[in-house]
């Protein structure tokens, strides 16, 4: 990695590069520690070398993660947990680092294509290749690599710090909200003490908050519709 920037900061004759890819990924044919190493472990590597840099530049600079949609939903199964888990920790990685921003300046944001035309998804073993067939014709099948292109141009031209950009054939390019911050798990907390006075639960499942929500949206919409 340190050999590459120094090349690529040599031939454009600059003191730092403006954007790193981290783009190299492969799937589960190899086991899944090597799955790790490349898609979370190498992300992570090129990220810190490049932050060293970026963060002591005037510009600052980029990071772009290449993840998956594999990364916001559960994967195939047991054969792919490895693919599902490095992506999920290219989603994480992205997001964290882009929370921190105000300490190095850095802008982090990542790219989650579906099933696409690639030999990542073509050299997929032969026993899982029914699998995978049935998952690509779900979606109508795979987007042409012209296609995440161009919503990787959208995402570093167009998107702030921090965006996930999912991209799947046929659908406009989303940014994905981070459930995670702070109103929507405070909310859930919210909602989560509501169902524990009024039914007293051992467990608030999904169920619950999904009961909860929707009664708060009903006197909600009846608040609006009393005032107007």
């Known amino acids: 990695f340190k050999n590459l920037l120094n090349k690529a900061e040599e031939y454009f004759n ?3 590069v403006d954007i790193l890819v981290n783009n190299a990924g492969i799937n589960t044919n ?32 980029q990071i772009i993660n290449v993840a998956s949609m594999a990364g916001l939903s559960p994967g195939l199964g047991e054969e792919m947990v490895g693919y599902t888990v490095s992506k999920t920790g290219v989603i994480a990685l992205t997001r964290t680092m ?10 982090t944001k990542c790219i989650c294509p579906s099933w696409t035309d690639t030999e990542i998804v073509s050299s997929v073993l032969p026993e899982f290749k029914d699998q ?51 109103p929507m798990i405070m909310s859930m907390v919210i909602m989560a003490k509501i169902m ?5 639960p051992q467990v608030v499942t999904r ?22």
Request: proline share 3%; glycine share 8%; aromatic share 12%.
């Open 14 to 16: 600059v003191s730092c």
């Open 207 to 228: 169920n619950h908050q999904i009961v909860a929500f929707t009664v708060a949206f009903g006197f909600l919409a009846l608040f609006i519709g009393w005032l107007f």
């Open 30 to 61: 190899f086991g899944w520690r090597k799955c790790m190493e490349v898609n979370i472990m190498a992300v992570m590597m090129g990220t810190e070398i490049a932050m060293e840099r970026m963060r002591n530049s005037p510009n600052k600079g």
């Open 196 to 200: 524990d006075k009024i039914f007293g």
């Open 132 to 182: 995978v067939d049935k998952m690509v014709e779900q979606v109508k099948g795979k987007m042409t690599p012209e296609h995440v292109a161009e919503g990787f141009y959208r995402l570093v031209t167009q998107c702030e710090n921090g965006s996930a950009m999912a991209v799947l054939k046929g659908v406009p390019y989303i940014l994905v909200p981070d459930y995670n911050i702070f």
């Open 98 to 107: 882009a929370k921190d921003i105000a300490r190095h300046g850095v802008v």
